[in-house]
Structure formats: structure tokens, C-alpha cells
């Protein structure tokens, strides 16, 4: 059994390492190939309890790379449809999951978790784009600069990363695909000795996972 995993994982990282950066497929290739790792190691235990080893490796490897390309591709259109909404900043971590960052600047007046009228806008595109996938879940995050207390910022981005999530449930996104959390000061990405660096600090991210 374990050969005949070893044997479809090599095949799959050798297939995954000829994909060039300039390949307009290499993310739903990378998809495919890291689907056909899992799969042929799922198929593999599967046919190991079957008595057929090789079969249920080669089953598995093709069905999860088949999956793997499936997830690559939509998540690399669903992508490139955020890129195209006002006022936020959208990257891909890996390849089964997409950040969008909004700065609480945008989202809420100075030391308050009610959403301002003009970000609704935003976020109303983002819960349609959400709408139109819902093999995915979606986390919520909330951080503050370090001005204040800790306590209090992360009372604050507990109640930021919570109005987000309501208003996206309110706007049609399934409450059972969103969860919230916040961080407080914890997890800054720049500077909080600098004006730039603390609202850089002040954001809600948007964490989009696969769930296949």
C-alpha cells in the first residue's frame, strides 16, 4: 500500500513542479495536483480494505484531481470578480482560499462597530459574489491598532468582526457558512508607531475557504 501511494504522490509532484509560472492554468493545475495527492491517498485505504491497492490509488488520484482543478478554476473566477469591488484589497494565501482586507476606516467611524452608510454598498457586493458560491465558508476577522487598552480593542474587533457578519447574513448569506472572531491588537501587520502603520492595523478580513 505504501508504495503504490508513494509511487501516485511522486507522480503528482513531478506533474505540479512542471507547471510554469507564466501558465495561465497553473492554479487550477496546482488544484489538480494537490487533489490527486489526496486522492490517491484516500483511494488508496480504500482499496486497501477492498484487497486492490493500485486500483483504488489510481481511482483516487483521478477523481481528486478532477476535484482539485474543479476548486483551482472557480476560486480563480470568484477571485478575479472581488478584484472588481470598490475599497477592498483581495489575495490568495493558497490555493484552496481567498483573503479580502477592508479597513475599518472604510467600515466604521473612529472607535465604533456600527457600520457607516457608505460601506454597506461594499459589502452588498461582497455577500452577492458569497451568494454565488456556496460550497465555501467564511470567517470574519477583526483587528484594532494598540490605541486604547487592550481590553477594550478587543471588545471593539469582536463587535466590528460581528456587524459584518450580521450584515452579511442579513444580506443573504447563510448564518451557518459565516463565523466571526476578534483579535484585538494581537495580530498587528504593521507598525503601531506610525499614523499609516496603525491604520493598516485597523481592518476586517474576510477569510474564503474552500470546504471540498
Do not use: W
Not at 504593521?190 to 477569510?207: C, F, K, M, W, Y
Request: proline share 4%.
Amino acid at each position: 500500500m505504501i508504495r503504490n501511494v508513494s509511487a501516485a504522490l511522486l507522480a503528482t509532484a513531478l506533474a505540479v513542479g512542471c507547471v510554469s509560472a507564466d501558465d495561465p492554468n497553473q492554479r487550477a493545475k496546482r488544484g489538480a495536483g494537490a487533489g490527486a495527492a489526496a486522492g490517491a491517498v484516500v483511494g488508496a485505504i480504500i482499496g486497501n480494505q477492498s484487497g486492490n491497492n493500485r486500483t483504488g490509488a489510481v481511482a483516487g488520484a483521478a477523481a481528486g484531481a478532477a476535484i482539485g482543478a474543479a476548486i483551482g478554476h472557480r476560486m480563480d473566477k470568484q477571485q478575479a470578480e472581488l478584484q472588481q469591488i470598490p475599497g477592498v484589497e483581495v489575495t490568495r494565501p493558497s490555493e484552496g482560499q481567498i483573503d479580502v482586507r477592508l479597513t475599518s476606516d472604510i467600515l466604521f467611524d473612529v472607535d465604533s462597530s456600527s457600520l457607516r452608510s457608505d460601506s454597506r454598498s461594499t459589502l452588498r457586493d461582497l455577500a452577492t459574489n458569497f451568494r454565488q458560491y456556496p460550497d465555501e465558508v467564511i470567517d470574519v476577522a477583526g483587528h484594532t491598532d494598540s490605541t486604547g487598552t487592550p481590553s477594550h480593542n478587543q471588545t471593539l474587533s469582536e463587535n466590528r468582526a460581528d456587524s459584518v457578519r450580521s450584515y452579511l447574513v442579513d444580506q443573504g448569506v447563510p448564518s451557518s457558512r459565516i463565523s466571526a472572531r476578534g483579535y484585538g491588537e494581537t495580530m498587528p501587520k504593521a507598525s503601531n508607531s506610525t499614523p499609516e502603520g496603525r491604520q493598516l492595523n485597523r481592518r476586517v478580513e474576510i477569510h474564503i475557504r474552500a470546504t471540498q
